[in-house]
């Protein structure tokens, strides 16, 4: 069964840093893409960024609000997917989604989602 | 940037009907990148659909997709009470990889 756990989410000052960690089990996790999607409170869904598999360079891709302060990165050797993020705004409060990226003659799609975990930036 | 305008933003029906939702995107996306997703209040989002219109595994057929280019279509047929939920488009067609801003579907 294909599980994604996230955790590292709390409370953080505007300006300070987090890492979120998604620990995935159950499939072949260095063969994935893996995307960050968060959820404001009460709003819609954002596309936060990108991280490609061994293949692909493990290049990485981000939203322009995100851009140059969060950055993904994976660890193969330990199923984990993370989500550095630095100069954290007000604005960046809400919960963080890891989904595991799925690639085929269908079409790529998120087909499996962690439960997520809630990060507030407040003073 | 490519922009998914979903409708309507609400939509109030009963057990039973058809629903009819739409995506609209601001430029062309291939159909193997416009996905359909379901969340319900304190869950996750869940994959409905893919390639804008297979079904996920474990997805029932009531649920369909179609469209191509600009103009995308998520129908449910015969609404079960667990149907009601928000529903997202995205695309990955093109970075940043946007979403709709969601359609409510609610019990009228």
């Known amino acids: 069964e294909v599980q994604l756990v996230e955790s590292g989410g709390g409370l953080v000052q505007p300006g300070g840093s987090l890492r979120l960690s998604c620990a995935a089990s159950?499939?072949?996790?260095?063969?994935?893409?893996m995307d960050w999607v968060r959820q404001a409170p009460g709003k819609g869904l954002e596309w936060v960024g990108r991280?490609?598999?061994?293949?692909?360079?493990?290049?990485?891709e981000y939203a322009a609000s995100v851009k140059g302060r969060f950055t993904v990165s994976r660890d193969d050797s330990k199923n984990s997917l993370y989500l550095q993020m630095n100069s954290l705004k007000t604005e960046d409060t809400a919960v963080y989604y890891c989904?595991?990226?799925?690639?085929?003659?269908?079409?790529?799609?998120?087909?499996?989602w962690g439960q997520g975990t809630l990060v507030t930036v407040s003073s | 940037e490519i922009v998914l305008t979903q409708s309507p933003g609400t939509l109030s029906l009963s057990p039973g009907e058809r629903a009819t939702l739409s995506c609209r995107a601001s430029?062309?996306?291939?159909?193997?990148?416009l996905v359909w997703h379901q969340q319900k209040p304190g869950q996750a989002p869940r994959l409905l659909i893919y390639?804008?219109?297979s079904r996920a595994t474990g997805i029932p057929d009531r649920f369909s997709g179609s469209g191509s280019g600009t103009d995308f279509t998520l129908t449910i047929t015969r609404l079960e009470p667990e149907d009601f939920a928000v529903y997202y488009c995205?695309?990955?067609?093109?970075?940043?990889?946007?979403f709709g801003q969601g359609t409510k579907l609610e019990i009228k």
């Open positions: 991280i490609r598999n061994k293949v692909d360079s493990y290049t990485t």
């Open positions: 989904a595991r990226g799925h690639y085929d003659s269908g079409g790529y799609r998120n087909d499996h």
């Open positions: 995205q695309q990955y067609g093109s970075s940043p990889y946007t």
């Open positions: 159950g499939f072949s996790f260095s063969d994935h893409y």
């Open positions: 430029q062309s996306v291939s159909s193997s990148y």
């Open positions: 390639g804008a219109s």
